[in-house]
């Protein structure tokens, strides 16, 4: 019943057999996935004028964002590394071949009506930026220098005891929290004004917070919205940019490990303005290394003995996550991955003893090309050890700016759906992904990727696929 409450809440049609169908008990996977199969795009708005795209964090991450975004305007590079931009989506079965880009299946904003803003403790514009930052060499960032210069950054909404490793000076000052969380929203409404967008979403694309826990200002919208006029210090200056977002009707994305849309009241209030939110903490190196291998070795069913990861990295990242309290927050992310694919309570033999050690390094001179090394130790027939070693040579922000692309129209694609509150299917996004009370998150990365494209296929109007998509006509 909770299925079918929440699709009808969406405002998706359904045909009277799915009314019926759907007050059962669901645990046949292929149940849900026929009533999908019914939905109608019917309630799609169609795309029309600018999208806003709102970044607090103009750090590494958003700048080679931005970078990227208009290098792909001038034909410069190709959005590599981006869902949206570069990947096909099968519909129907193979031998239809009708394989369309998923940009072209659906009606998500092009890269042409993609404007930006965003805040920072810094007052670099974008260009000084990633000149600092030193992702991109001259030769790709110079020629982009003009579009890069107009971005400023405003003036953040900042707490140094949330992030003691910076120290900015473009920070608002304010009375309570409540003030500084009207100024952010007015920052929003005057970044959609002066752009002339006609939609906005944000992505926090600022550096972890440290570890917390909710407290009795989280419960409930009305204790969130006390405690910023009382200037509670256990509201974060994420929470406050996710409340601005929610309050102005704008899909929030949480590309950090911080406690900030997952609390009940922001949760809860998402549902009350119908806007989408997700997260959080993008899955870009180390972890998305794991979401990958760990999926095979409990496919072949080979034991885990040990996994030791440790990274090496000198960006403002690792300089902020060189402080405990950040790592924490960080180390949590990290850590969950492993349980909820290997389940060690399902297979007890195989990985109920697994020592799983993270390490996170602050080395200046790595900059942005961080190195995630990896040791496995891993048993198979008749208890034989063999060993497994990764030395996974990355750049951070190259990873993480597809990510901020991708879930920044697939949310405007949610918004525009009328889908609202905790976006499950974007999981494939996310170290720790965002999922509705009672759901337990899905880590395997190929399993998050197929629940994606079977909910891009539904809001298309397609049917989803499964193994069986060929045999069986759903329309029975």
């Known amino acids: 019943m909770a299925i079918y409450k929440r699709v009808a809440d ?18 046949d996977s292929l149940f849900i996935i026929k009533i999908f199969s019914f939905m109608s795009d019917s309630t799609i708005k169609p795309h029309k004028g600018k999208l806003l795209v709102l970044v607090p964090g103009m750090g590494a991450v958003a700048t080679t964002f931005f970078a990227g975004v208009e290098s792909a305007r001038q034909g410069l590079t190709k959005p590599l590394g981006s869902l949206t931009q570069m990947q096909t989506i099968r519909l129907g079965a193979r031998s239809e071949n009708r394989n369309p880009l998923i940009k072209e299946f659906l009606d998500l904003a092009p890269l042409s009506d993609l404007s930006f803003a965003g805040w920072d403790v810094y007052k670099d514009n974008a260009y000084e930026a990633a000149k600092r930052c030193g992702v991109l060499t ?29 120290n900015g ?7 309570d929290k409540k003030e500084l969380t009207d100024a952010v929203r007015e920052d929003i409404r005057g970044k959609m004004a002066t752009s002339g967008a006609e939609r906005a979403v944000m992505v926090w694309c600022g550096s972890t917070e440290i570890f917390q826990q909710p407290k009795a200002c989280h419960q409930s919208p009305e204790a969130f919205e006390k405690g910023l006029k009382e200037n509670d210090p256990a509201i974060s200056p994420s929470q406050i940019y996710a409340y601005a977002a929610i309050m102005e009707g704008v899909p929030y994305a949480n590309g950090a490990p911080n406690l900030t849309a997952d609390i009940p ?12 939110i997700c997260g959080k903490d993008f899955k870009t190196g180390q972890t998305l290394i794991k979401t990958i291998l760990a999926p095979g070795f409990k496919t072949r069913m080979l034991g885990v003995k040990g996994w030791f990861s440790t990274n090496i990295l000198g960006n403002r990242d ?31 033999d195989l990985y109920g ?3 799983h050690k993270i390490r996170i390094n602050y080395y200046p001179p790595r900059g942005d090309e961080k190195e995630g090394w990896d040791n496995i130790d891993i048993f198979g027939w008749m208890g034989y050890p063999m060993q497994i070693k990764v030395d996974f040579l990355c ?15 697939f949310l405007d694609l949610a918004q525009r759906c009328g889908r609202y509150g905790v976006q499950e299917w974007l999981s494939f996004y996310f170290k720790s992904p965002q999922v ?20 891009l296929r539904v809001l298309g109007g397609e049917k989803p696929l499964t193994h069986l998509s060929e045999k069986l006509d759903f329309d029975e």
């Not at 982009?144 to 003691?164: C, H, R």
């Not at 009241?265 to 989408?276: F, G, H, R, S, T």
């Not at 009370?437 to 880590?443: A, K, L, T």
């Open 138 to 166: 001259p030769q790709d960032l110079d020629p982009l220098a003009d579009f890069m210069s107009g971005i400023e950054a405003m003036p953040a909404a900042f707490d140094p005891s949330y992030v003691k490793r910076l």
């Open 169 to 175: 000076d473009n920070v608002k000052s304010y009375k």
């Open 353 to 355: 003893d697994l020592y």
């Open 395 to 409: 750049r951070d922000s190259i990873l993480a700016a597809p990510i901020v692309l991708d879930l920044a129209l």
């Open 436 to 455: 509705d009370e009672g759901h337990i998150p899905e880590h395997d990365v190929f399993i998050q990727h197929f629940r994606l494209k079977n909910t």
């Open 318 to 348: 690792g300089e902020v996550l060189d402080d405990p309290e950040n790592f924490k927050t960080k180390e949590v992310s990290k850590a969950g991955v492993l349980d909820t694919i290997l389940q060690p309570e399902l297979y007890p």
């Open 10 to 27: 969406h405002g998706t049609n359904l045909s009277p057999l799915v009314s019926q169908v759907a007050t059962a008990y669901f645990s």
């Open 265 to 276: 009241a922001l949760i809860e209030l998402a549902e009350q303005k119908q806007v989408p």
